[in-house]
């Protein structure tokens, strides 16, 4: 007897969600991805990505996607910076040789944190799909329960593919809709918000500014207040990007008018006005190194303030047949580790195995597929639990009194390979 296929929806085409449709598609089980955005590119796609040897890079390998990822990596993109705000560089690798490097990627893994701008990580994923795998521009409308069955119709905004579903894979971000079908919780401000500002053509444009950031990254901490530096790209269509970042110490984001001190906070503000950047950088760096608000200010390219959100360490929902959650819509976290996309891939990658093994052992019974989300959150519970946790604990490191040392002896005590530094 034929073992029939489940009907797979993932809906949201960012990288959890194309990994799971990649690996999926690597061992010949269909399904679909629904986007709301009308291309890959009708908007920002982020920065840069550091792809882990014991996650990420696993789930690459899975997708059969592990030798163009090496190609695509940015060399020397792992290096860093880390300088407290008066100057003083406490901790750089960008000078070290890099032969040790080149050894390294001989290897089936590549080990540390390779570096890969986040467009270009999308559209290898993307690539890997064939044809009518995403539709584009179709957000979806509502998700209900067919009744008697552990079955899942979805009604998309033009009308694709209405047909009931026995997976519905909830890839949708930070703001996740499919969530709200499995708990209530959704985002609380993790009290820091981040003016996100970005320099195109670096090199050519402000060469001293792509020295000073280098070919990795460079981060500047203070108490209350971060600069994260990033390159982003590579040669004349590289780029540089910053997080200004401050601790506001609210219980919800202030508007952009409080952040500037302005008396009515309802102000309305225009972040792409040089002066209102000049303002808001004085306000919270004003006794910084002069040499480093300088290339704050430098950067000009597409200012967008950015309260930055995050779901409570350890949240968990009682399993559900037919949906379930990756990414972002999971376990929403702040930056400030490095693990998010990581912690994305690895969904991706266990939630693949446990439908490749149903298919192979022609267990694709709503039941049987109920078993296999049950053991998939359990799994995914616990390393979320331990990475949030670590990227919480990175958080209040990084904005206190000495979070620059504390972090520098952390990074020291990691050695070349800094996959699970140990925040406390």
Same mark, same amino acid.
């Given at each position: 007897?034929?073992?029939?296929?489940?009907?797979?929806?993932?809906?949201?085409?960012g990288?959890?969600?194309l990994?799971l449709a990649s690996?999926l598609?690597?061992?010949?089980i269909p399904?679909?991805?629904f986007? /709301?955005?009308?291309?890959a590119?009708?908007?920002a796609?982020?920065?840069?990505?550091d792809?882990?040897?014991?996650?990420?890079?696993?789930?690459?390998?899975?997708?059969g996607?592990?030798?163009?990822?090496?190609?695509l990596?940015?060399?020397g993109?792992?290096?860093?910076?880390?300088l407290?705000?008066?100057?003083?560089v406490?901790?750089d690798?960008?000078?070290?040789s890099?032969?040790?490097f080149?050894?390294?990627?001989?290897?089936k893994?590549?080990k540390g944190?390779p570096e890969?701008d986040r467009?270009?990580?999308?559209?290898?994923?993307?690539?890997?799909?064939p044809p009518?795998?995403?539709?584009?521009?179709?957000?979806?409308i509502?998700?209900?329960?067919?009744s008697?069955?552990k079955?899942w119709?979805l009604?998309?905004?033009?009308?694709?593919?209405?047909?009931?579903y026995?997976?519905?894979i909830?890839a949708?971000?930070?703001?996740s809709?499919?969530r709200?079908f499995?708990?209530e919780?959704?985002?609380?401000?993790?009290?820091i918000t981040? %003016?996100?500002?970005?320099l195109?053509?670096?090199? #050519?444009?402000?060469p001293?500014v792509?020295?000073f950031?280098?070919?990795?990254?460079?981060?500047l901490?203070d108490?209350? /207040?971060?600069l %994260?530096f990033q390159r982003?790209?590579?040669?004349?269509?590289?780029?540089?990007?910053?997080?200004?970042?401050?601790?506001?110490n609210?219980p919800?984001?202030?508007?952009s008018a409080?952040?500037?001190?302005l #008396?009515? #906070?309802?102000?309305?503000?225009?972040?792409?006005?040089?002066?209102?950047?000049?303002?808001?950088?004085?306000?919270y760096?004003?006794?910084?190194?002069?040499?480093?608000k300088?290339?704050?200010?430098?950067?000009t390219?597409?200012?967008?303030?950015r309260?930055?959100?995050?779901?409570p360490?350890?949240?968990?929902?009682?399993?559900?047949p037919?949906?379930?959650?990756?990414g972002d819509?999971?376990?929403?976290?702040?930056?400030f580790?490095?693990?998010?996309v990581?912690?994305?891939?690895m969904?991706a990658? #266990?939630?693949?195995?446990g439908?490749?093994n149903?298919?192979?052992?022609?267990?694709?019974?709503?039941?049987? %597929?109920?078993?296999?989300l049950?053991?998939y959150?359990?799994?995914?519970f616990?390393?979320? /639990?331990?990475e949030t946790?670590?990227?919480?604990?990175?958080?209040?490191?990084?904005?206190?009194?000495?979070?620059a040392e504390?972090l520098?002896n952390m990074? /020291?005590?990691?050695g070349?390979?800094?996959e699970d530094l140990?925040y406390?």
């Amino acid at each position: 007897m034929a073992v029939t296929e489940p009907r797979i929806a993932i809906i949201g085409a960012g990288p959890a969600g194309l990994m799971l449709a990649s690996i999926l598609h690597h061992n010949d089980i269909p399904c679909v991805v629904f986007e /709301r955005d009308s291309s890959a590119i009708v908007r920002a796609q982020g920065g840069t990505l550091d792809i882990h040897e014991y996650s990420g890079q696993q789930a690459l390998d899975a997708a059969g996607l592990l030798d163009q990822f090496r190609a695509l990596m940015r060399q020397g993109g792992d290096t860093i910076k880390i300088l407290t705000k008066d100057g003083t560089v406490l901790f750089d690798n960008s000078g070290e040789s890099r032969e040790e490097f080149e050894t390294e990627i001989k290897g089936k893994f590549v080990k540390g944190r390779p570096e890969i701008d986040r467009p270009v990580l999308k559209d290898l994923l993307i690539a890997s799909l064939p044809p009518n795998t995403i539709y584009w521009g179709s957000k979806v409308i509502s998700i209900t329960p067919v009744s008697d069955s552990k079955k899942w119709m979805l009604e998309i905004d033009n009308d694709s593919h209405p047909a009931p579903y026995d997976l519905v894979i909830g890839a949708d971000g930070a703001w996740s809709h499919t969530r709200t079908f499995l708990t209530e919780q959704q985002p609380m401000y993790s009290g820091i918000t981040a %003016l996100d500002v970005w320099l195109h053509g670096v090199d #050519e444009a402000a060469p001293d500014v792509s020295k000073f950031v280098g070919l990795g990254n460079c981060f500047l901490f203070d108490k209350d /207040r971060v600069l %994260l530096f990033q390159r982003n790209g590579q040669g004349r269509e590289g780029s540089a990007r910053c997080y200004v970042c401050v601790k506001t110490n609210t219980p919800t984001p202030p508007s952009s008018a409080a952040l500037l001190g302005l #008396e009515d #906070e309802g102000a309305e503000v225009d972040w792409a006005d040089a002066r209102t950047r000049e303002v808001f950088v004085q306000r919270y760096f004003g006794d910084w190194n002069a040499e480093f608000k300088r290339m704050v200010l430098a950067m000009t390219g597409q200012p967008v303030l950015r309260p930055l959100y995050m779901l409570p360490v350890g949240l968990e929902w009682e399993s559900r047949p037919g949906v379930t959650l990756v990414g972002d819509a999971a376990h929403l976290m702040t930056p400030f580790a490095g693990v998010g996309v990581n912690v994305a891939l690895m969904d991706a990658l #266990e939630l693949a195995r446990g439908i490749i093994n149903c298919v192979e052992t022609g267990k694709t019974d709503g039941d049987a %597929l109920a078993v296999m989300l049950q053991q998939y959150e359990t799994g995914m519970f616990a390393r979320s /639990r331990k990475e949030t946790a670590k990227t919480e604990a990175a958080m209040h490191l990084q904005f206190q009194e000495g979070g620059a040392e504390k972090l520098t002896n952390m990074v /020291r005590a990691a050695g070349p390979e800094p996959e699970d530094l140990t925040y406390e």
